[in-house]
Each structure stands twice: as C-alpha cells, then as structure tokens.
C-alpha cells in the first residue's frame, strides 16, 4: 500500500513538472522574438552607420 502511495505521489510530481517546463517554453518564446527583433534593428543602424563612415571618408579625401 505505501509502496503504491509513493508510486502515485511521484507519478503526480513528475505530471506536474512536465507542465511547468511547457509553461516556461511559451514564456520564453516571446523573449526570443523580441531579441531578434532587437538584433533587425540594430543591424540597420549598423549598415546605415557603415554608409555614413564611408561618406564622410570620402568628403574628407
């Protein structure tokens, strides 16, 4: 009998945690897109700075 109780209660844990760890992947999820979003923007403004640097290197030749 308290073998079985055991059984049960470690059963019921591990359903429990298996819910959990679902629960964190689709939190995660939209971190992940806004961190690629961030990184969209920021090599925007990198290319547009490039563009910039190489016409102001010219202008001072």
């Given at each position: 009998?308290?073998?079985?109780?055991?059984?049960?209660?470690?059963?019921?844990?591990?359903?429990?945690?298996?819910?959990?760890?679902?629960?964190?992947?689709?939190?995660?999820?939209?971190?992940?897109?806004?961190?690629h979003?961030?990184?969209?923007?920021?090599?925007?403004?990198?290319?547009?700075?490039?563009?910039?640097?190489?016409?102001?290197?010219?202008?001072?030749?």
């Amino acid at each position: 009998m308290e073998n079985t109780l055991v059984f049960l209660l470690l059963l019921l844990c591990s359903f429990s945690s298996a819910h959990e760890d679902r629960d964190k992947k689709k939190e995660i999820q939209p971190f992940l897109s806004d961190i690629h979003a961030a990184l969209r923007v920021m090599t925007a403004a990198l290319a547009e700075h490039k563009v910039k640097i190489e016409q102001l290197q010219t202008l001072n030749q």
